[in-house]
Nanobody, 116 residues
Framework: QVQLVESGGGSVQPGGSLRLSCAVS????????MGWYRQAPGKQRELVAV???????NYADSVKGRFTISRDMAKITVNLHMNSLRPDDTAVYYC??????????WGQGTQVTVSS
């Protein structure tokens, strides 16, 4: 059974930083991509950042230059370092992996709130 356990998140003032971590276990097939998505109230879930099996990274335009995604394939973890946070970054953040069969798995979500 594939499990994604997220940690980090919380509340921070505008301009602050947070770090999200996601530990993956139970994978049987290889991992194609690892990434983070977010969903704000009343909005659709959107991609934040994703790293492919070859190391290629894509960021949403809204987070480029502020967020950094990293992964450790030995530990099967993926992290999201978020700097210069803004109120419009407030959302529930979800860890995602897509395995070699292109099946998606999701974490339970962690709340990030940016407010003064």
């Amino acid at each position: 059974q594939v499990q994604l356990v997220e940690s980090g998140g919380g509340s921070v003032q505008p301009g602050g930083s947070l770090r999200l971590s996601c530990a993956v276990s139970g994978t049987t097939f290889g991992i194609n991509t690892m990434g983070w998505y977010r969903q704000a109230p009343g909005k659709q879930r959107e991609l934040v950042a994703v790293v492919g099996s070859g190391g290629k990274i894509n960021y949403a335009d809204s987070v480029k230059g502020r967020f950094t995604i990293s992964r450790d394939m030995a530990k099967i973890t993926v992290n999201l370092h978020m700097n210069s946070l803004r109120p419009d970054d407030t959302a529930v953040y979800y860890c995602n992996i897509r395995d070699a069969r292109w099946v998606d798995y999701w974490g339970q979500g962690t709340q990030v709130t940016v407010s003064s």
